[in-house]
């Protein structure tokens, strides 16, 4: 029988809340849980969570999210509701009592937010007994994988504004068209890493400290009897420099009734354009309002703003919305979490599958990033090897992973939003240029060390025997 | 400063909680509230939701999300982190007040969820003073527009083995790769409206009462000895039935052991495949297993699963996951929410904006399907038209629209999801199947009736002039 939560007295418009978020799971997830513990069959585990392949258009991914990983992995908790759902659902009490203990003992490697990472290429590693490791799988998976796609869809149009355009200011207006409202707020998050300066969504504001920015809706302009009232009312509620929307009748002709009306009010304001062809429209409003802020929405992307310097567009500022919250040209990451090594007779033992174009390499690893030798400012290329591997011309100082939980307790500081905003805009800017191109990028260089190759061809041999 | 949210004691991973939902909203509809407040700038205003163009692909959308439409605007209210954010934020305590007081006492018509819907037709209408019909825009976009894409997405994986297969059964595998964790409950509620059976997402089974399955990931198979040891501990704990991934090392030989030990046991089984070509090896899986359950997962959409067929293959059930949950072909809608009435000297006057691209039909509006004469089994086409308008041809009871608050007062009870469901099924089987088609699908007639034909020209020729 499917039916209706809505006798809830008090929705919660995000639906995923400190009492069920324990259940944000798979079933498989408890199913395979539980046989574990019924088996008794508690081994530790590594499990890698990585991709396999860049989005399309892609040279790199942009890791974020991290904070979010953590906060599953340090607050996981099942309480009473969680428990009796399970319970009704035939999960055993014995089992139950053990989650409702439920507590991270190992440990877990990630890469930094603000990192570029290529395939194969952990984001981060669990080590844990599979009990707990395994848990963790769609949670993570969850907080991961959307957190990198808008951070690397905000660094290319930051990309954009900074190669073709003068570095203009970009601001995430997308929360109307995020899928539900953890993305939104996700997004503008990410967004900064990525390289945003803001967000217009109040909420992601007041959660994460985000500078917040907004102008005005049609239906203001709309609402009063005419363009000039709408404007004059505008400026006479809020002062000096609003953004005033010129385009619900005629850009041009909005433009030049915003000049009138900031003029007779002796103050200035800025204009935002929002449909037509804005390269052109833009120039046409920039004679008439001069230097004024000139802010550019409808429908932005990295292809578009470059389109729009291209054919000689002047802007001050972006606000890229749909493309951004939702990704719109890469909308899915092919992230998951696979089992790298299980403990067999007291050992940690390498483990791979075989499913078909679905290969994993096995083993806990590091990710090595080399740097050229014109003075450091560029990576060469990385070295995905295995961990405590002796590999040939990398120091164990240039392993991007960092050990985030030991035994269970976190060891690391979390960084501000702006010092991984700072530290992902460094690291982008390292990367070839012809590997963060927006089209058809260069792939950049990931060897795989000599000890891992060997390893996989060896454990795939062995498998394929058997 | 960018800051950090890490110090918050319990981390919400869905973020929006009953406390900051207030505040999911872009930051200019406070501004223009506040505006219109202070200018005492109260008319009453109609918006309209609705998109502009059909997404790519796509004959019909289907609509879903109503429900957490009508929980917004029910319970939308401002406590006191909201409040103390937006005073921090310069806006002032009599406005503060006025929203700390919020109610909403408007009238809201919308089409039921499951019903098929097309360009610039209201998804629902609201009219209400302008300070509360503008608040709502965020939030009501963000609420309707992601379900009405997975139930969409949804629907067709629906027709894809309605037509092309035995009306398979279909579960959504995609919470992990959603767009953060509000997006995997509203995928899993979605697809049910859309024709899916269930949900591997735990939460989604306890909020919405929707029947929750799993089987086992590859990382259960791995940790074990072999993938015999693997099954015979699965069955050993959970007896008859269960579903085996036989994928991890190689599909068919994995079919066979599944057979041996269910044999060992007396039991029976079923297979999951979960890579390589699903068509061929589910016909060599099932030389092996007879009449057992095959589930098919491994990134399937309504082509894939057309394709599957087409290649012969056998399968009972199929798992769609990301393309699901991230409507992959189709990540966003088009979705607006437009002024299209205001109220001037007492009297409600249509309104519309020119701007390039974007022209809006004026006026509150009335949706009528017209069915073909052949026993009413088929839709033959639409007419928009002005509310109230006399329009030939059809009957007043054919308006799609239903009142869902009147003065503020909620009017109708609403459906289990079982009955939306079946409503969405029986609706979209309405339609011209040319229509319903997976590619190049034919476009459903929407006529504009005579009135808003006149009416439009009327306004757009006024406006110009100005």
Redesign the interface.
């Known amino acids: 029988?499917?039916?209706?939560?809505?006798d809830d007295e008090?929705?919660?418009?995000?639906?995923?809340?400190?009492e069920?978020?324990a259940?944000?799971?798979?079933?498989?997830?408890?199913?395979?849980l539980?046989?574990?513990y019924?088996?008794n069959?508690t081994?530790r585990?590594t499990?890698s969570l990585f991709f396999r392949d860049l989005p399309p258009n892609r040279g790199y991914v942009l890791t974020a999210g991290l904070?979010?990983a953590?906060?599953?992995v340090?607050?996981l908790s099942f309480g009473e509701?969680?428990l009796s759902?399970?319970r009704d659902?035939g999960f055993e009490d014995e089992f139950l009592d053990e989650l409702a203990d439920f507590e991270f003992t190992g440990e877990l490697r990630a890469l930094p937010e603000g990192t570029p990472v290529f395939p194969n290429e952990p984001i981060l590693e669990v080590t844990a007994p599979?009990f707990e490791a395994?848990l963790f799988?769609?949670?993570l998976?969850?907080?991961v994988?959307?957190q990198c796609?808008v951070a690397t869809k905000a660094a290319r149009m930051r990309e954009a504004v900074e190669r073709y355009g003068d570095d203009q200011s970009l601001v995430d207006?997308g929360?109307?068209?995020?899928?539900?409202?953890?993305?939104?707020?996700?997004?503008a998050r990410a967004a900064?890493v990525g390289g945003f300066d803001g967000t217009?969504?109040?909420?992601a504001?007041?959660?994460?400290?985000?500078?917040?920015?907004?102008?005005?809706?049609?239906?203001?302009?709309?609402?009063?009897?005419?363009e000039r009232d709408s404007f004059s009312?505008?400026i006479?509620?809020?002062g000096d420099d609003p953004i005033l929307l010129v385009?619900?009748?005629?850009?041009v002709e909005g433009a030049r009734i915003a000049m009138d009306v900031a003029n007779e009010h002796d103050i200035e304001v800025g204009v935002r354009l929002?449909?037509?062809?804005l390269a052109v429209l833009s120039n046409e409003v920039e004679a008439i309002v001069g230097d004024a802020p000139i802010f550019v929405s409808s429908s932005m992307d990295e292809y578009k703003i470059v389109e729009f310097f291209e054919n000689g567009g002047v802007a001050t500022g972006f606000g890229p919305g749909?493309a951004l919250?939702?990704?719109?040209d890469a909308?899915?990451?092919?992230?998951v979490y696979?089992?790298t090594e299980?403990e067999?007779d007291g050992e940690m033992r390498p483990?791979?599958?075989?499913?078909?174009?679905?290969v994993t390499f096995p083993g806990a690893k590091s990710v090595y990033r080399v740097r050229s030798g014109e003075g450091d400012e560029t990576y060469e290329k990385d070295v995905l090897a295995l961990r405590n591997e002796d590999v040939a011309g990398v120091e164990a100082a240039d392993d991007q992973l960092v050990t985030v939980f030991e035994n269970g307790n976190r060891v690391i500081d979390?960084?501000?939003?702006?010092a991984i905003?700072d530290r992902a805009g460094e690291r982008r800017r390292k990367l070839p240029v012809r590997c963060r191109a927006l089209h058809e990028s260069e792939e950049y260089s990931v060897e795989i060390s000599d000890g891992l190759r060997a390893l996989t061809d060896e454990l795939q041999a062995e498998?394929?025997a058997?």
Chains 1, 2 share one sequence.
């Open positions: 029988m499917v039916g209706s939560e809505f008090d929705p919660n418009f995000g639906y995923v809340t400190p069920n978020v259940l944000f799971t798979d079933l498989y997830e408890l199913t395979m539980q046989g574990y019924r088996a069959h081994p585990a499990f904070e979010q953590i906060a599953s340090e607050s509701l969680a759902y399970l659902r599979i395994q799988e769609t949670i998976l969850n907080q994988g959307y796609l207006f929360c109307r068209r995020s899928h539900g409202t953890d993305a939104g707020m996700k997004a900064v217009s969504l109040v909420s504001g007041e959660t994460f400290d985000i500078p917040v920015y907004g102008t005005m809706a049609h239906s203001w302009v709309q609402s009063f009897e005419n009312t505008f006479e509620q809020y385009d619900t009748y005629d850009s929002d449909s037509g062809d749909t919250t939702t990704s719109e909308p899915s990451l092919d992230l696979k089992l299980i067999r483990s791979m599958k075989l499913s078909s174009g679905k979390l960084p501000h939003l702006d905003a498998l394929a058997d």
